[in-house]
């Protein structure tokens, strides 16, 4: 009886110790081609397509690079600036022309998702408790000088860890999902720094945690459509913030302001802290997609044929092959991460009452019975 | 263990009934016809459910994964299931009215039971997240259908967690009324955030309110009462109403003394904090 409890108590405290130790890779692509991102463990690696050469990050605001792993990275004002963040707490802010970090931003907690403003006056970033915050960046570019920007509170899902927050191409409204299969749209005000209190809308449906948003329009539809992926392999479509029924993906595809659906898979670390990571990039090219029915898969490009070639994989990927038989591996570490973080905990109910021996109502209770019986 | 009652013993003082004509009536009643010789959970001269049954922790970990259901949208929210004189079947669908009030964390349904007689058009929902609770309330509202055929059938109770899953049961403005009657106070400093009344689920109660709604607090804590009140102060969509109004409303006086904890409150003589807002439509920035 002795080992089954032991054993109990050691697969919770595995669950715990093993959350957070596996990330994802995360790529991140210049909404005008000029270059592509790629987050993997700790590391930031940069490859400037327009140049064709590889990018070395300077930190000038006066800390070291990321020294955790990173969570999330996103491009955006245009493409001017660019945001990384993650599980050392900190939130970087770079400049893509010349890839300088000008500001680095204190969390409370550990990060879990970006976004930038359109205009990029404006960065938001959100916890794991489900607080999104604000930063102002105004002023920065006359002032070279590193003003600590305090973040303040904009919104909040109640605690429930925020997978992505998006902001709408007109730039009024901020959308955030949640692990509690929710999406709410929330009007960005005039004065954020105020607070976010107007909620538009949610879009719900989901059954299984939010995990990622995407906006996607072209210019015969400016408002853009929503799409949204969830943890029961679901995308959904919401047009104007209503669910779009039997609306199948081929119309998001089309409505992507590039040729190419840049993807990479990969994990900070295969097996354990310690252990190296693994990155690999692979580029669907979706011109020929289309002019071809539609039933036709898009074609992968080789590693010559990727934008930037064989100079972009040595930096991003770390090297210019990779060894494919580690995939599965850290597919299935990958999973299991996510599956820790995202999805509600079930507890078994046979072991119920050992798990709630400490409390100290059950002990009262006991008592009572001894009384009354 | 549960020791049924002898016939010598004399019958347990009324609880939960608030006039006593209606008390005499229910004594009168023989047969109730709900197998209550057998049932020992239900009071055989009532035909209310005994309260000592349905005990349970006055906490609940909000914070929990607990595992209900939760419907996928307002549009989901099965109201056969809850109102099945008023919504017989999905298609025959008598009224096209919606649930109106809400009672956030009714507890044993003191208010509930209360606001379905004193508006007997409006349908009301109370949610409570301690699972042998809500089943008291289910009991209680069955039994009193029972009682009065024709009333009660607008009053319901759904087990859930309303600071995550609001947005889940009521769409944008749907709601006149909200209730929040001695909610837990969560003392510690580390613990404010997860109070029921805070300026971040405030935005959400905004969404579910129509313009015009009122939401409703009471707590016996002053410094909840005072963070409740600053919260709604403070939120660009709430304003306070005025000494007038509040006299005015029939269901401010229901707030201290309709609920078991409200009439606690008053047997031990202590001083309850109200905070009553109406939800506004702020004018936009000039």
């Given at each position: 009886m002795k080992e089954i409890m032991d054993e109990i108590d050691n697969r919770n405290n595995d669950n715990t110790s093993n959350r957070n130790d596996v990330a994802p890779a995360l790529i991140a692509v210049h909404p005008f081609?000029?270059?592509?991102?790629?987050?993997?463990?700790?590391?930031?690696?940069?490859?400037?397509?327009?140049?064709?050469?590889?990018?070395?990050?300077?930190?000038?605001?006066?800390?070291?690079?990321?020294?955790?792993?990173?969570?999330?990275?996103?491009?955006?004002?245009?493409?001017?600036?660019?945001?990384?963040?993650?599980?050392?707490?900190?939130?970087?802010?770079?400049?893509?022309?010349?890839?300088?970090?000008?500001?680095?931003?204190?969390?409370?907690?550990?990060?879990?998702?970006?976004?930038?403003?359109?205009?990029?006056?404006?960065?938001?970033?959100?916890?794991?408790?489900?607080?999104?915050?604000?930063?102002?960046?105004?002023?920065?570019?006359?002032?070279?000088?590193?003003?600590?920007?305090?973040?303040?509170?904009?919104?909040?899902?109640?605690?429930?860890?925020?997978?992505?927050?998006?902001?709408?191409?007109?730039?009024?409204?901020?959308?955030?999902?949640?692990?509690?299969?929710?999406?709410?749209?929330?009007?960005?005000?005039?004065?954020?720094?105020?607070?976010?209190?107007?909620?538009?809308?949610?879009?719900?449906?989901?059954?299984?945690?939010?995990?990622?948003?995407?906006?996607?329009?072209?210019?015969?539809?400016?408002?853009?459509?929503?799409?949204?992926?969830?943890?029961?392999?679901?995308?959904?479509?919401?047009?104007?913030?209503?669910?779009?029924?039997?609306?199948?993906?081929?119309?998001?595809?089309?409505?992507?302001?590039?040729?190419?659906?840049?993807?990479?898979?990969?994990?900070?670390?295969?097996?354990?802290?310690?252990?190296?990571?693994?990155?690999?990039?692979?580029?669907?090219?979706?011109?020929?997609?289309?002019?071809?029915?539609?039933?036709?898969?898009?074609?992968?490009?080789?590693?010559?044929?990727?934008?930037?070639?064989?100079?972009?994989?040595?930096?991003?990927?770390?090297?210019?092959?990779?060894?494919?038989?580690?995939?599965?591996?850290?597919?299935?570490?990958?999973?299991?991460?996510?599956?820790?973080?995202?999805?509600?905990?079930?507890?078994?109910?046979?072991?119920?009452?050992?798990?709630?021996?400490?409390?100290?109502?059950?002990?009262?209770?006991?008592?009572?019975?001894?009384?009354?019986? | 263990m549960t020791l049924l009652r002898s016939p010598k013993t004399p019958p347990k003082p009324l609880p939960f009934v608030r006039k006593k004509k209606e008390a005499m009536a229910l004594l009168g009643l023989k047969d109730m016809g709900n197998n209550k010789d057998d049932n020992p959970k239900m009071c055989k001269t009532t035909g209310l459910p005994r309260k000592r049954f349905y005990r349970a922790r006055a906490h609940s970990n909000p914070l929990s994964d607990s595992h209900f259901p939760v419907p996928l949208s307002p549009s989901h929210v099965d109201y056969t299931l809850h109102y099945p004189q008023l919504f017989p079947s999905p298609d025959k669908v008598t009224s096209s009215k919606r649930i109106q009030f809400a009672d956030i964390g009714c507890g044993f349904g003191g208010l509930l039971v209360s606001l379905s007689t004193l508006f007997p058009e409006t349908l009301m929902i109370g949610m409570e997240i301690r699972d042998k609770v809500t089943e008291y309330v289910k009991e209680r509202i069955l039994a009193l259908r029972l009682a009065h055929p024709g009333q009660y059938q607008n009053v319901s109770v759904v087990r859930t967690n309303s600071m995550k899953y609001i947005p889940n049961y009521f769409s944008k403005g749907q709601l006149s009324k909200m209730f929040f009657l001695f909610p837990d106070p969560h003392f510690k400093e580390k613990n404010h955030r997860r109070r029921v009344i805070s300026p971040h689920l405030l935005d959400e109660y905004a969404y579910v309110l129509g313009v015009g709604g009122i939401i409703y607090t009471i707590t016996d804590v002053e410094e909840l009462g005072e963070w409740m009140q600053a919260c709604l102060k403070e939120h660009p969509l709430f304003e306070a109403l005025t000494e007038e109004e509040l006299e005015a409303d029939p269901v401010v006086k229901l707030l201290g003394s309709a609920t078991e904890e409200g009439q606690k409150v008053a047997r031990n003589g202590g001083q309850t904090f109200r905070a009553v807002f109406r939800r506004i439509d702020p004018p936009s920035d000039a």
């Open positions: 081609h000029l270059s592509v991102a790629v987050a993997i463990a700790s590391e930031l690696r940069v490859f400037d397509l327009k140049g064709n050469r590889s990018v070395t990050l300077e930190d000038d605001s006066g800390g070291s690079l990321h020294h955790d792993l990173i969570r999330a990275i996103q491009f955006g004002a245009n493409g001017k600036l660019f945001v990384s963040a993650g599980d050392d707490k900190l939130v970087k802010i770079w400049k893509t022309d010349s890839w300088h970090c000008m500001n680095t931003v204190n969390s409370e907690k550990r990060v879990s998702a970006v976004a930038i403003s359109n205009d990029g006056h404006y960065v938001c970033f959100a916890d794991k408790f489900g607080v999104v915050y604000v930063v102002d960046l105004l002023g920065l570019d006359e002032d070279k000088s590193l003003i600590n920007k305090k973040a303040t509170p904009l919104l909040a899902h109640y605690c429930s860890i925020i997978t992505s927050l998006e902001f709408s191409p007109d730039g009024k409204f901020i959308i955030s999902a949640d692990r509690d299969y929710k999406i709410r749209v929330t009007v960005f005000p005039e004065k954020p720094l105020a607070g976010a209190h107007e909620i538009q809308s949610f879009c719900l449906g989901h059954t299984e945690f939010v995990s990622c948003l995407a906006f996607v329009y072209g210019p015969d539809y400016p408002r853009g459509y929503l799409v949204s992926g969830c943890g029961d392999s679901t995308f959904h479509l919401y047009a104007q913030f209503q669910m779009v029924h039997g609306t199948s993906i081929a119309v998001a595809v089309q409505g992507l302001p590039s040729e190419f659906l840049w993807m990479v898979s990969g994990v900070s670390s295969l097996c354990g802290v310690g252990s190296p990571s693994l990155v690999g990039v692979r580029v669907l090219s979706l011109s020929k997609k289309f002019a071809t029915d539609t039933t036709d898969e898009p074609m992968v490009l080789e590693d010559r044929e990727i934008p930037g070639g064989e100079k972009l994989l040595e930096k991003l990927q770390g090297s210019v092959s990779i060894e494919e038989k580690l995939f599965p591996v850290a597919a299935g570490a990958m999973k299991t991460a996510m599956h820790n973080l995202f999805t509600k905990k079930q507890y078994p109910a046979e072991n119920r009452e050992f798990r709630k021996r400490g409390r100290n109502d059950r002990k009262i209770k006991q008592l009572q019975h001894g009384c009354c019986s | -």
